[in-house]
């Protein structure tokens, strides 16, 4: 089950202490349901996952499976799309929280930067007071998945 709320940003959030970063490829194998493989990069290993996630928006199931480098390149022929690139951070927030931010598809035109808080509860998600440097609350706004990013960006362009 995952929990998180998800912000726009303008910048990194370049005052608060980095966990975390690496270079994110992902793409959709389908979108309803969501079906995406995704690889992330860092200094010292390449990670292959394929993550299947339910519906909702605040609340929903999401399963991820490890893929070997072989089984995601198989799956990433199968794409209708160029993949999507992450400038992916963790920083860590004053509450002791992880601040996940992502640059998508940063020096093109339609580059934009978010960030998502989970949480272990939805109680505890509903209570979160985000910090003045997030930028809109959009885990409810329609068209604000990463799914519904790659239909507008990529499926039908093809």
């Known amino acids: 089950m995952e929990i ?6 303008d910048t ?13 490829e992902q793409g959709y194998l389908s979108t309803t ?8 990069k860092t200094e010292d290993a390449v990670d292959y996952k394929l993550c299947i996630k339910g519906q909702g928006t605040l609340v929903r199931e999401e399963v991820e499976l490890s893929l070997d480098e072989d ?5 990433k022929n199968l794409l209708h799309g160029e993949m999507i690139r992450k400038d992916y951070r963790i920083y860590q927030l004053p509450d002791g ?3 996940e931010c992502s640059l998508v598809d940063g020096g093109t035109e ?22 003045a440097f997030l930028g809109e609350d959009v885990t409810e706004v329609p068209g ?15």
């Open 4 to 9: 998180e709320r998800k912000f726009k940003l």
């Open 110 to 131: 339609n580059a934009f930067l978010y960030a998502e808080v989970e949480f272990p509860t939805v109680e505890e998600a509903n209570a979160f007071v985000p910090p």
């Open 33 to 40: 349901p969501c079906v995406r493989i995704r690889s992330k």
């Open 144 to 158: 604000s998945s990463m799914s519904a990013y790659w239909e507008r960006t990529r499926e039908h362009r093809s």
């Open 97 to 99: 929280r992880k601040l």
């Open 71 to 75: 089984r995601f390149t198989r799956l």
């Open 12 to 24: 990194f959030p370049e005052h608060l202490p980095l966990l975390h970063a690496s270079q994110v």
